[in-house]
T-cell receptor
Framework: GESVGLHLPTLSVQEGDNSIINCAYS??????FIWYKQESGKGPQFIID?????DKRQGQRVTVLLNKTVKHLSLQIAATQPGDSAVYFC???????????FGQGTTLQVKP | SAVISQKPSRDICQRGTSLTIQCQVD?????MFWYRQQPGQSLTLIAT?????????ESGFVIDKFPISRPNLTFSTLTVSNMSPEDSSIYLC????????????FGPGTRLTVL
């Protein structure tokens, strides 16, 4: 069946270091991927997206990498700040249904 | 991006009662969705809210329990009917903008506690 999962439930990093959050997906037909950030008590906030015809996309301090060969997605956050502390979800869009399937989430803790 | 608001932001309800959650988007959206997020867990799609017609429900969710309305392009409601403590969760609406049909933007969520 279709599933999206994350390798680690919690990631703890030192302020100023780079963070890498990983995600594995199983549906090779997925054509679009999104990373969301969810802070406590808030809804998911769009961070960055990537289409399946790309392998890298950069935003402000964030980079998403897509490896379709091994069905792996990662989010890299440069110079991690305390405000980056949140739960991060990856989501894939099924090209069959057009719906988003969410991973389980990784909690990012930034130590001052 | 879009600004999506939900009302109420939270509520505490007695079992057996019903609660209607409202979702308002400040831009025209093509698709609107309702999700449930149980404590410490990921998001699960409840249904797609279709304008002017019945919502499309995911496996495990039924209209009698979660009736949904979408009278226009920017507004939708989700009702949680005959509530039990198992319905305690965060309920989130999302929308896909007409000009950016791939990305879903989310509201702040409604935190429901059923006693």
């Amino acid at each position: 069946g279709e599933s999206v999962g994350l390798h680690l439930p919690t990631l703890s990093v030192q302020e100023g270091d780079n963070s890498i959050i990983n995600c594995a997906y199983s549906n090779s037909a997925s054509d679009y991927f999104i990373w969301y950030k969810q802070e406590s008590g808030k809804g998911p906030q769009f961070i960055i997206d990537i289409r399946s015809n790309m392998d890298k996309r950069q935003g402000q301090r964030v980079t998403v990498l897509l490896n379709k060969t091994v069905k792996h997605l990662s989010l890299q956050i440069a110079a991690t700040q305390p405000g980056d502390s949140a739960v991060y979800f990856c989501a894939e869009r099924s090209s069959n249904t057009g719906k988003l399937i969410f991973g389980q989430g990784t909690t990012l803790q930034v130590k001052p | 991006s879009a600004v999506i608001s939900q009302k109420p932001s939270r509520d505490i309800c007695q079992r057996g009662t019903s609660l209607t959650i409202q979702c308002q988007v400040d831009s025209q959206v093509t698709m609107m969705f309702w999700y449930r997020q149980q404590p410490g867990q990921s998001l699960t799609l409840i249904a797609t809210a279709n304008q002017g017609s019945e919502a499309t429900y995911e496996s495990g969710f039924v209209i009698d329990k979660f009736p949904i309305s979408r009278p226009n392009l920017t507004f939708s409601t989700l009702t949680v009917s005959n509530m039990s403590p198992e319905d305690s969760s965060i309920y989130l609406c999302s929308g896909q903008l007409a000009g950016a049909p791939d990305t879903q933007y989310f509201g702040p969520g409604t935190r429901l506690t059923v006693l």
